[in-house]
């Protein structure tokens, strides 16, 4: 059994920093060192993302019309520099919110305890 905070961290994160890369790209010119400042991850890492090689979970998240708007929400306040201090750790958490909601974690991650699905940290 897992928690939630346990398959975010490893599961949907590198997904979600795949498409914040990609939509980084493809809708704000960045360079592969520009998003991986943004991100906090290294150069490297943004381009294996690019390559499919890390965040396998891309499609499962493509899917789903309401996780993918939260992701280019993201995308656009990282794009735009909109973010400040902690609101990207704010955000990370409403994405996470809205995963669980949508049920998505469930598709990605079978060991995650029903229980779990529900968080009361704010």
């Not at 975010?8 to 890369?21: E, G, T």
């Not at 993201?74 to 990207?88: H, N, R, V």
Request: proline share 2%; with cysteine.
């Amino acid at each position: 059994m897992k928690l939630c905070c346990e398959v975010m961290v490893s599961d949907i994160l590198p997904a979600v920093r795949a498409l914040v890369s990609k939509e980084l790209t493809d809708g704000y010119n960045l360079s592969q060192s520009e998003i991986s400042k943004k991100l906090g991850v290294t150069q490297p890492a943004v381009s294996q993302y690019k390559k499919e090689l890390r965040g396998q979970r891309v499609r499962i998240l493509e899917s789903n019309k309401e996780v993918m708007s939260e992701i280019k929400n993201f995308a656009k306040a990282i794009g735009t520099s909109e973010l400040q201090g902690c609101q990207s750790c704010l955000m990370i958490c409403k994405l996470c919110e809205k995963v669980r909601k949508e049920k998505v974690m469930a598709k990605i991650n079978r060991d995650v305890a029903e229980e779990f699905l529900v968080c009361n940290l704010k």
